[in-house]
């Protein structure tokens, strides 16, 4: 079945760090993947839709400046934390779907990658 | 108030009960309905998936929906301590499919 992987799984940074976040879908072509962040016992919080080619859109309340996507082959999105702070520290996945296929079943998740800011 | 709302839990059932997992939702535009299972510290695992309203089965699990209610449930029969996890509700829009709203999660935990 269709796979999304990401990259890494864990990682601990340095406050005031840069940290990048790989999010690879393995046998089909995505054109939207999506980047969701969720807090210990609480839910996913979509953060930002990703889009190949082009900028992505943020949700209301994410710092675009401070989550930086970057979407640049059809099987590969990127977040990078820039200037890393403790309370970025947080569980980071992705999704994505076959272009042309965004809807409930055919969305796949990633293993997530859970960031800590030191 | 939250689009989606999900009673957090925890809860706690012995094995071979029945659980019923639900969620209220304020968005009448939501068309796609799933519920997703998450072990700890792991990505989401869709275990059942609903186009508007109505019921579906898939061994030991049914979703159910009900649009007029923006109520939708997740049973599931013979609850096994494999069961024992996160799950969480999830909702998108028809145009906007692949962006999902996912309620609070519950967790869950059969004892054997």
């Known amino acids: 079945g269709a796979v999304v992987s990401q990259h890494p799984s864990r990682v601990i940074c340095k406050s005031g760090t840069s940290v990048k976040i790989e999010c690879r879908s393995l046998d089909f072509q995505a054109t939207t993947m999506f980047w969701y962040r969720q807090f210990p016992k609480q839910s996913l919080m979509l953060m930002a839709t990703s889009n190949e080619g082009s900028k992505a859109t943020y949700e209301q309340g994410v710092e675009k400046d401070k989550f930086l996507i970057n979407h640049a082959s059809l099987t590969l999105s990127t977040l990078t934390v820039t200037s890393a702070h403790p309370e970025d520290s947080s569980f980071y996945i992705c999704?994505?779907?076959?272009?042309?296929?965004?809807?409930?079943?055919?969305?796949?998740f990633g293993e997530g990658s859970w960031l800590t800011v030191v | 108030q939250k689009e989606v709302e999900q009673d957090p839990g925890p809860l706690s059932v012995p094995e071979g009960a029945i659980v019923s997992l639900n969620c209220t939702y304020s968005?009448?535009?939501?068309?796609?309905f799933m519920w997703y299972r998450q072990y700890s510290r792991k990505g989401p695992e869709l275990l059942m998936y609903?186009?508007?309203?109505g019921n579906k089965e898939d061994g030991r699990f049914t979703a159910q929906v009900d649009k007029s209610s923006k109520y939708i449930s997740l049973f599931i029969r013979d609850s096994q301590p494999s069961d024992s996890a996160t799950y969480l509700c999830a909702m998108s829009v028809g145009n906007q499919g692949g962006k999902l709203i996912f309620g609070q999660g519950t967790e869950l935990s059969v004892k054997p």
């Open positions: 999704s994505a779907s076959p272009a042309g296929k965004t809807i409930g079943n055919t969305i796949y």
């Open positions: 968005n009448s535009a939501f068309q796609y």
């Open positions: 609903t186009y508007s309203s």
